[in-house]
């Protein structure tokens, strides 16, 4: 048909079919991957492994063809994930997520989880599962610092690599003086944030050690057995780093340590106290949402804390109640009409018109799902 003449509704059914037509195919080439890399098919065409041979045989970039490899062996012990998946019912990133945390007992519940998050928070949690094992030490002994003048001693350039937690440390100092850089008198108008950040740097570098001011903070979410024990535990800072608990305890000897109290696994809040979110409740909020909740934005800066039932009408100021929504769509919710439902599974978002935002997947054309069935 001409898309150009189409009506909103048809362009959207439409993508929605060719989205899980997409899903569906990937699926089935997942499987047909894995009898490939069974075969040693690569090694006929002088590739070392499946993952050359997919890029240099059907023009994918490695690191698509990485990961389309490392997933399907991951599915291939997943019957129910691959079900779902070859139904288009799960787009690629979902299950992709999904894989490197289930196994064939838990894949059943995590598909339920997984439809109440965002691929963010999805992709955060398998960061968390599926943490390399690498040895902090290690970490420490790759770090290193570049700097290159140009010839004529005019400019120069820094490289760094630091382990996550110390470039946090670094990268909250950075921003904490970029977000205070003035307007340019020039201008009239803020310098890019990318130069507010190299200003930023230099300002860090140029001040004197004054201990009488409040130095960067990172936040670390730790259980309480990471601190204590000495078993292998992750922890996470805010930016999203992963630490070893060693990491964390170390951390620990010169911090401020603050509790939070869960119930069933969920922190409390203040309830009808207070509207305004106290700091330890919303370092929960941001460990929990990780960014933006809307349905595919994820921004992380400026990001505000809403009250689902609004604090004038009754809504506590509980993790429950709230979520992190960005200042764009933050609007959505006040002036546009939309509103959110908090679920079993995560929080449901709704047009003005009460319709759900993102609408459910339809189910494929028939003449689609034929394609898709003459390939299973």
């Known amino acids: 048909m001409g898309w150009e003449n189409a009506s909103h509704d048809e362009i959207e059914r439409g993508l929605g079919h060719f989205f899980g037509l997409s899903a569906a195919g990937l699926a089935n080439a997942c499987v047909v991957i894995v009898e ?14 499946m993952v050359q041979w997919l890029s240099a045989r059907y023009g994918l970039a490695h690191r698509t063809a990485r990961r389309l490899v490392e997933t399907a062996r991951r599915l291939a012990g997943l019957p129910r994930l691959t079900e779902r998946f070859q139904s288009g019912d799960l787009s690629f990133d979902r299950v992709e997520a999904i894989a490197r945390m289930a196994t064939a007992e838990s894949e059943s519940a995590l ?7 965002t691929v963010a ?3 955060r949690s398998a960061r968390k599962a599926d943490y390399p094992e690498t040895d902090p030490a290690q970490l420490l002994d790759d770090r290193y610092c570049y700097i290159q003048r140009s ?3 005019m400019q120069g350039r820094l490289t760094a690599r630091l382990p996550g937690v110390e470039m946090d440390l670094v990268e909250s100092a950075v921003r904490t003086r970029a ?22 740097l230099v300002e860090l570098a140029s001040t004197t050690g004054d201990e009488s001011r409040a130095p960067a903070q990172i936040t670390v979410h730790a259980d309480l057995t990471a601190l204590v024990s000495t078993e292998d535990q992750i922890t996470e800072t805010e930016l999203g780093s992963l630490v070893a608990n060693e990491t964390a305890r170390r951390l620990g000897c010169d911090s401020l340590v603050e509790c939070a109290v869960f119930y069933r696994n969920q922190p409390l809040g203040v ?14 909020l941001w460990d929990r949402d990780g960014g933006c909740r809307f349905p595919g934005c994820g921004r992380t800066q400026w990001v505000h804390a809403h009250h689902i039932i609004h ?8 993790l429950a109640n709230l979520i992190l929504l960005c200042g764009f769509h933050h609007r959505f919710l006040h002036e546009h009409g939309w509103s959110i439902v908090g679920t079993e599974t995560g929080f449901q978002f709704h047009r003005p018109d009460g319709r759900h935002y993102p609408p459910p997947r339809p189910e494929l054309h028939p003449r689609l799902r034929a394609l898709v069935d003459a390939c299973i």
């Open 271 to 284: 309830g009808r106290n207070s509207r305004t979110v106290p700091r330890w409740l919303r370092r929960r």
């Open 151 to 153: 010839l004529d001693g």
């Open 111 to 117: 598909i339920g989880e997984a439809m109440g998050s």
């Open 179 to 200: 977000d205070r850089m003035p307007v340019n008198p020039d201008t009239g108008v803020f310098d890019s944030y990318p130069q507010r950040m190299a200003d930023g």
């Open 311 to 318: 604090w004038a009408r009754g809504g506590p100021t509980d």
């Open 36 to 49: 490939a890399d069974r075969a040693q098919l690569f090694l006929a065409d002088g590739s070392p492994d």
């Open 121 to 123: 928070g999805l992709e």
